[in-house]
């Protein structure tokens, strides 16, 4: 059995839209505003034993994200993907899963863009948690905008 965080309920309560698949979450600790994580639903540890159907959903929400997320969060044409496969990729959860970053023109990593990666490697543990209320109003609106009903 395995009871990874994103294998146990409490997930579809940080849920803002899924597919048959992959879920959308919004990161309890975003490094910058909008930091959501492209996660299979089912148990996969590895990026190589997704299937080819949960692969094409997974590039398919990039998209989506791309064209609804982006403008959500006024953050122009730039956002960062992210994968960690491995005990020595700096992998916080070993359970695949994408991280999407939405840059802005005026976010801390512009200084040093490499910095992006470490606060990501880091883990949401080690980072600035959202607090409770902030957190429910995000993952309220971006549930209507992405028009999500709970899980399918
Ligand atoms: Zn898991």
């Known amino acids: 059995m395995d009871t990874d965080v994103f294998c146990t309920e409490a997930i579809e309560r940080q849920t803002y839209f899924d597919t048959r698949n992959i879920r959308v979450v919004y990161d309890i600790a975003p490094v910058t505003p909008g930091h959501s994580l492209l996660i299979p639903k089912r148990h996969v540890t590895d990026a190589a034993l997704l299937t080819e159907e949960e692969m094409l959903e997974m590039l398919g929400l990039v998209k989506l994200l791309r064209v609804k997320l982006i403008p959500f ?34 976010d801390k990593f512009q200084v040093d863009n490499d910095k992006l990666y470490s606060e990501v490697a880091k883990g949401p543990a080690a980072r600035r948690l959202l607090e409770k209320t902030e957190y429910s109003r995000i993952i309220g609106s971006l549930r209507k905008e992405f028009r999500y009903k709970g899980g399918q």
């Open 73 to 106: 969060f006024n953050a122009e044409d730039s956002y960062d993907l992210i994968i960690q496969v491995g005990k020595y990729s700096g992998m916080s959860v070993p359970h695949i899963h994408m991280h999407f970053i939405p840059r802005h023109k005026n």
